[in-house]
T-cell receptor, first 110, second 115 residues
C-alpha cells in the first residue's frame, strides 16, 4: 500500500524567510504532484514532476523530485503572505489513481 | 479557465434524502474520473474511480450502495449520496486526467451539509 508522508504538517513562518516542505512516499512512482488549497476551495495544480531529478519553479515556489530517495520537496523562497494555504503532495499509483499526503498548512506572518 | 466543473457547489439536504453531484470535463473527454472526499482540515481520500461505460471501482471501506457513481458519457460522471445522513456531510471533489500533459485537474468541489 502506498503511503505518502508530508512534513511538517503545520508551518508558521515570517515573511521573507525560506522554507522547505518534504514529501516522502513508500513505493515506486513516476509521477508526483503538488497542489495548493485555500480554505473552502478546491485544489489548484502547482507542479507535475515526471522524472528523477525534475525541478520546476514558479515564482517563489520550486519543486524537485528524487525518485531514488522517493522524496519530493517544495521550497518557498522569501515567503509572502499570499502564499498562506495548505499544500498537498500527491503520488500517482498508476492509472491516474493518486494518493495524497496529509497536507502542510502554511501560515505566513506579516 | 476551469477544465473540470462540478455542480452544485453547495447543497444542504435533510437526512434521508438523496443528493446528486455532477462532474463534467469541459473541453476534453475523460474515460476515467475520480471522486474524493475531504473532511475539514484533513486530506483528500479517494472514494472511487469512475469508468465510462462500466462500473465504478470503489476503494476499501467505501459503501458502493451508499455512494452511487454513474459515468454515462465521456464528459460526465455523477455521484449520488443515497439516504444521506449528517455523517455524510463533507466536501466532495472530482478529478479527471486531461491526457496531453498527464496532469490531473480538479473540480471546484461540492460541499454537502446534511441536516
Amino acid at each position: 500500500e502506498l503511503k505518502v508522508e508530508q512534513n511538517p504538517l503545520f508551518l508558521s513562518m515570517q515573511e521573507g524567510k525560506n522554507y522547505t516542505i518534504y514529501c516522502n512516499y513508500s513505493t515506486t512512482s513516476d509521477r508526483l504532484y503538488w497542489y495548493r488549497q485555500d480554505p473552502g476551495k478546491s485544489l489548484e495544480s502547482l507542479f507535475v514532476l515526471l522524472s528523477n531529478g525534475a525541478v520546476k519553479q514558479e515564482g517563489r515556489l520550486m519543486a524537485s523530485l528524487d525518485t531514488k530517495a522517493r522524496l519530493s520537496t517544495l521550497h518557498i523562497t522569501a515567503a509572502v503572505h499570499d502564499l498562506s494555504a495548505t499544500y498537498f503532495c500527491a503520488v500517482d499509483m498508476g492509472d491516474d489513481k493518486i494518493i495524497f499526503g496529509k497536507g502542510t498548512r502554511l501560515h505566513i506572518l506579516p | 479557465g476551469a477544465v473540470v466543473s462540478q455542480h452544485p457547489s453547495w447543497v444542504i439536504c435533510k437526512s434521508g434524502t438523496s443528493v446528486k453531484i455532477e462532474c463534467r470535463s469541459l473541453d476534453f473527454q475523460a474515460t476515467t474520473m475520480f471522486w474524493y472526499r475531504q473532511f475539514p482540515k484533513q486530506s483528500l481520500m479517494l472514494m472511487a474511480t469512475s469508468n465510462e461505460g462500466s462500473k465504478a471501482t470503489y476503494e476499501q471501506g467505501v459503501e458502493k450502495d451508499k455512494f452511487l457513481i454513474n459515468h454515462a458519457s465521456l464528459t460526465l460522471s455523477t455521484l449520488t449520496v443515497t439516504s444521506a445522513h449528517p455523517e455524510d456531510s463533507s466536501f466532495y471533489i472530482c478529478s479527471a486526467n486531461r491526457g496531453v500533459t498527464g496532469e490531473l485537474f480538479f473540480g471546484e468541489g461540492s460541499r454537502l451539509t446534511v441536516l
